[in-house]
């Protein structure tokens, strides 16, 4: 027999939202420091990661983005990350949300990807965990340069690379999806796959969850939380049918919101969106995968039906090909039938 917190790390997962640097983890950050010979703010791991803003948490995202250097130092930050999720929580496939626009000063387009592509083969090689990329528009850089990374990917393509996705916030601090428009118009005319990072905070509005559908044709939702403030948006929402990568630990650390029954991710779950969880920024929010099932499920009071719907579900919304989603399937419902054998069965009867 297992226990309910058990059973929920050892589910399999397929992540959505994760971005690549925030894997580091801080022993790592150190080493890269010293190597590249990049100052830190503080050698204090404490002061360095603790944030309960998105503001100080950007910071920090920058600082990351620095370490990193060489195609070695991202092909390692890339291989260790896959082995610690394997670890804590079943990971199984991955999609990264990396950022070729902030290492252009050291990498050419081309060499940063395939440093990340190396370090995720290794590590798909060693432990059969899947990946695909993300290549995500920093926010805080102009409209241009966000079409000019299309462009970079347009010219050299890799078939890991699948779709942009954003990071950062805009240059006054705010979300602003309509600013992105060119960019998602491009990337859709060349096959690119887009989500975009939208409605995470209070100060964001419900409508850019509209804005990101209608003006940049996601695929994809990121966070998407404050939808659940405007009933007429959460109701546009749910008909698209629109798969949202949530991420219950950071609304913790950045909006003090904790894993309970009136959670926005749990309305979300309860009208019927197609969620799935994800770490955001795993090592800086102080989470990892196995944490956000066991926090962010227990805490909004679901049982394992949904906690199995929320695993397959990251397959559902996952933008690798069909065969490798039917493998993926499989795979988790022969896990699935194994972890609901080995369940406390006092646990399972108290579904919500
Ligand atoms: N990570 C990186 N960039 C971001 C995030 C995040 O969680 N939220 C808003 N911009
Ligand atoms: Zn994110």
């Not at 990350?81 to 199984?92: C, E, F, I, P, S």
Request: proline share 5%.
């Amino acid at each position: 027999m297992i226990s309910y917190p058990d059973y929920l790390r050892l589910l399999p997962k397929a992540e959505l939202h994760c971005h690549l640097i925030a894997m580091m983890r801080p022993d790592m950050l150190l080493a890269f420091a010293d190597r590249n010979d990049v100052a830190l703010p503080s050698r204090d791991i404490d002061a360095l990661i603790d944030s309960d803003n998105l503001q100080d948490f950007l910071a920090l995202f920058v600082t990351a983005n620095d370490v990193l250097r060489t195609q070695d130092d991202f092909a390692e930050v890339a291989y260790e990350g896959v082995k610690d999720a394997v670890r804590a929580g079943n990971l199984r496939y991955r999609e990264y949300y990396v950022n070729s626009q902030n290492s252009s000063a050291y990498l050419s387009y081309p060499d940063f990807m395939d440093g990340i592509i190396a370090g995720l083969r290794r590590a798909e090689d060693e432990f059969g965990v899947g990946f695909r990329i993300v290549n995500a528009i920093n926010r805080s850089l102009s409209p241009e340069a966000a079409v000019e990374m299309v462009r970079e990917m347009i010219r050299h393509p890799r078939a890991e690379v699948v779709g942009i996705g954003q990071d950062h916030l805009t240059a006054d601090g705010g979300e602003d999806p309509a600013l992105w428009v060119d960019a998602y118009r491009l990337a859709a005319e060349h096959g690119l796959k887009r989500t975009a990072h939208v409605a995470e905070t209070m100060p964001a509005e419900p409508d850019s969850v509209r804005v990101a559908l209608d003006h940049l044709g996601v695929d994809r939702i990121d966070h998407g939380y404050r939808a659940v403030d405007d009933p007429d948006v959460l109701a546009y929402l749910v008909a698209s049918g629109t798969h949202v990568a949530c991420t219950p630990i950071s609304t913790q650390v950045l909006s003090g919101w904790a894993p309970s029954p009136d959670h926005r991710i749990a309305t979300l779950i309860r009208e019927g969106v197609p969620v799935s969880f994800s770490t955001d920024d795993a090592v800086f929010f102080r989470t990892d995968l196995g944490r956000e099932y066991v926090d962010g499920l227990i805490g909004m009071g679901f049982g394992p039906e949904v906690a199995k719907q929320i695993s397959l579900a990251g397959i559902d919304g996952a933008w690798c090909d069909e065969a490798t989603k039917a493998r993926l399937r499989a795979d988790f419902r022969a896990q699935h039938l194994v972890l609901d054998a080995l369940l406390d069965t006092e646990v399972s009867s108290g579904e919500h």
